[in-house]
């Protein structure tokens, strides 16, 4: 098959690999499309070369390993969790496959991920999407980001929150927080174009970090960025007793000063991936078409376009989420 395989200048060359073959427990998709996602921009110059990137996918059964024809049939369309886990040990019981004891992550450096016209997935990690879903199938991960994150802090009815990043992940935190019912969401932005974006989501105000701290004071700060500094910026804005849900990654040191957390009793917690089941709720919004997945993705690219969109989006080009689809060659 066909795949945008990373090289030692960090850009994606098409080249022939292997095609993917289904374990008992899994499947083989057909990929529609593969969002380019804001981790695989920050991570991809550390990724070995001939790694296979893109971990946010929807795609056509191909092939059914022997235990899942049972539930799976060739031709209907999924988007699956890009974590093959092995369903058996205590993470996989509680449904937390991210922390699985043999996790295998999928488009992250290790297995292939769906810059490809074949990905192979768990079919205990795939759930199938209405046919009218098309290529938005993609976002499903990102939503499934969204979802956890805000569940991680725990939204309760008339919240008001503050959410630190109007990308992808703003976006989706800020759709769960008020579909979860929170009453306000302020989206801080140094970036105009997304602030104005942020009313799509459900934003009700928008806050330019270049016009200083906002008024501090929020029941929940959804920190989506991930850069020094912002940790302490979410802990200073919220209320006493306030919770803080760090989604950003951030791979430099980042210090608070303790102090001004204790006083407030402030709940800090840390967000990444998500669970099944809400990998599934992500789905089944996508198929009742309560996401605006036009406005969401803004663009798409072939495999031979997956170099050119790393570096305008790199570059700070204000396009949303582009899509990466092999059918357009
Ligand atoms: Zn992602
Ligand atoms: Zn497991």
């Known amino acids: 098959m066909r795949a945008a395989v990373l090289d030692e200048d960090h850009t994606f060359d098409v080249a022939d690999v292997a095609d993917p073959t289904p374990a008992p427990d899994e499947l083989v998709l057909q990929v529609r499309a593969c969002g380019i996602c804001g981790s695989d921009l920050k ?3 550390m990724m070995p070369p001939g790694s296979v990137l893109g971990h946010e996918f929807c795609g ?6 022997t235990d899942a024809r049972d539930r799976w049939r060739e031709g209907q369309l999924v988007a699956a969790l890009p974590i093959v886990a092995c369903g058996r040990c205590r993470w996989c019981l509680a449904d937390e496959p991210l922390h699985c004891e043999r996790v295998d992550l999928l488009g992250v450096g290790g297995s292939a991920g769906a810059f490809a016209e074949y990905v192979r997935v768990g079919a205990d990690q795939s759930v199938l999407l209405d046919e009218s879903v098309g290529d938005h199938g993609a976002i499903v991960e990102p939503l499934a980001v969204g979802l956890h994150t805000v569940e991680a802090a725990q939204i309760r009815t008339g919240d008001r929150v503050l959410v630190i990043g109007g990308g992808n992940v703003g976006a989706a935190v800020t759709f769960w927080c008020r579909r979860l019912g ?5 989206v801080s932005d140094p970036v105009a174009s997304r602030r104005e974006a942020a009313g799509l ?6 806050h330019d970090p270049a016009e200083g701290r906002p008024h501090p004071g929020f ?8 850069a020094p500094g912002l940790i302490q910026a979410a802990i200073d804005a919220t209320a006493v007793h306030g919770r803080v849900v760090v989604a950003g990654v951030c791979t430099a040191p980042d210090a608070v000063v303790p102090l001004t957390a204790i006083m407030k009793e402030v709940d800090v917690r840390f967000a990444v991936y998500y669970r099944g089941r809400e990998f599934a709720a992500a789905a089944s919004v996508l198929n009742g078409g309560a996401f605006d997945a036009d406005a969401f993705v803004t663009g798409a690219v072939g495999l031979g376009g997956v170099s050119g969109a790393f570096a305008r989006l790199l570059a700070g080009s204000d396009e949303r989420k582009v899509l990466v689809r092999p059918g357009l060659g």
């Open 43 to 45: 991570s991809h110059t």
């Open 60 to 65: 056509d059964v191909v092939a059914v390993g």
């Open 201 to 206: 989501w459900g934003a009700t105000d928008a």
């Open 182 to 186: 929170a009453a306000e969401v302020v």
């Open 219 to 226: 029941d929940v700060v959804i920190e989506c960025v991930g």
